[in-house]
């Protein structure tokens, strides 16, 4: 049953709390130059191009020596043969009509940190590029915003390819582990690695996938090796003299021995504070002290820019390179250092200390414009209850997907005329009719009963409702209610001719209940006579 009462907000537990793996995403863009120029050429007008032409194979070079080199190539490129590494002069041979532009490493890299900045607005606190071609995302405990972790992937996916980019998305306990599945296994959707299945997911890839350098790589593949596999079994001795520490580093971040930190990035210019600690702090108590201190810096940085706090980042610097973060957000803007302190303590919880907390940085990656208030003094009178609070501390604990309050909506079909809506959006001005009595609360779908009742107009005498028997002694009615021919489906209730006649009717017992009879009692075509309970009133 749901409640019919505008002012009601509805909550759906997501489950028991728990602490979950780490998971990382790696997001590969294996064009990502030529993706960025084709972006910027398209909205130039024709005669501003330079004479490039979108469909036309592109490529970027480099100058190496008095000649240039192919440094980043497009699909249609790499179709006809075009690799990067090679002359320009050697590649038009393959391909007559290539345009080439000359790379612009900074403006790539600039690219990925915005790409990161929009990533960690909408999916993780923890986003940082990864250069040349990608950028992370640390999804720990974000999946729940979307519902679950292959929803929050394929909204990522749909999203970037939008935008005209060629992407792989992969998902792994390990950061190592993402990156080389994102890069060595084509796939059209993203690849999910499930937890604990990195190891054997990373045995069977090349050992280029290592990140390695590609001098390592030649050498190691002179000595034999071909796939990781054969390097998590052979003596470390003898390839660590040859190789260095670099081999056996990466391959122990890809099987998750040795940590792999995210270091987040944000906008230079947000208001945000940090604490650096002399000695680790571990304990509930010490951090919700910092985060009061942190706190109150950010809002005198907001009161500043006359802006307040829509989502707060709380970053965690643990002493063995880990990092963790907790995310708050707010209906409305904010500067209540109190309020936004109470929400950001009340998911400390979340955090692993580890061997120790050595530093605390608060972030503000969403602020809105929030006009300054005047103090209320002693004879001003009393605010009434702060809905915003309330739906703020709700939305935090059970997520703001799980929270929405009724709303009217058109429909003259009572199960129609209600809708959901976010908790403190603004009214649309759809009202309900207080004439027409409606039950507090109403089933979700109508449940047949068995009814004695004179034809054609009367109230029910007697219904039976799962297996029990109501005897009515007073009964009001009939209202009539008409089909929607315009939604009209394939259940019964919803036929174009239909007619619904609803009675409210009181039993022996005192309860008071809604019924409706599909058909007129005269016309056959309106319905078949059958009989509904619909709700009941308080």
Known sequence: MWIWNVCAVV??????????????VSLFLPHWSTDRLRRKIAKLSPE?????????????AVPDHGRKVIAAVDAEAKALGVRVGMTVTKARA???????????????????????????????????PDAPDGIWLDITGCAGLFGTEKALLKDLHRRVAASGLALQIAVADTAGCAHAVARHVPAGRPVTIEPGGHRTAISILPISALRLPGREVEGLRKLGFERIEQLIGAPRGPLAKRFGRELHR????????VPEPIEPIYPEHLPRARRGFMEPIATPEAFAQVIGDLVADVVGQLTCIGKGAR?????????????????????????????LAK?????????????????????????????????EGLESPRRGPNLASLVDALA??????????????ASSMPERSITTMPALAKDSGAQWDDDLPRPARMLDRPEPIDVVALLPDDAPRLFVWRRKRYRVTRGDGPERLHGEWWRESGN????????????QVETETGGRYWLFRLGDGVNPATGTMRWFIHGAFA
């Not at 929400?343 to 602020?367: F, H, N, Q, R």
């Open 343 to 375: 929400l950001l303590c009340a998911k400390i919880e979340t955090v692993e200390p580890g061997l120790g907390i050595e530093a605390m940085t608060l972030v503000t990656p969403l602020a809105d414009a929030l006009a300054a208030q005047q103090d």
């Open 396 to 409: 935090n604990r059970f997520g703001p997907r799980s929270l929405h309050r009724a709303a009217p909506h």
């Open 250 to 257: 990466r391959l122990d971040q890809a099987l998750g021995f």
């Open 94 to 128: 393959f391909a007559p009509e290539l345009q080439v532009v000359d790379a612009d490493p900074e403006g790539d890299l600039q690219g990925l940190r915005d790409l990161a900045l929009w990533a960690g607005r909408r999916y993780s606190p923890f986003v940082s």
């Open 11 to 24: 909550i759906r537990t997501p489950g028991s709390w728990r602490r979950a793996m780490r998971r990382v």
């Open 48 to 60: 501003c191009r330079d004479g490039l032409v979108l469909d036309l194979p592109l490529v970027t």
């Open 311 to 339: 989502r707060l980042d709380c970053y965690f610097h643990r002493v063995d390179g880990h990092n963790q973060a907790i995310r708050i957000g707010t209906a409305t803007a904010s500067r209540d250092a109190g309020h």
């Open 492 to 503: 019964e209730a919803d036929k174009a001719l239909i007619v619904r006649d609803y009675y």
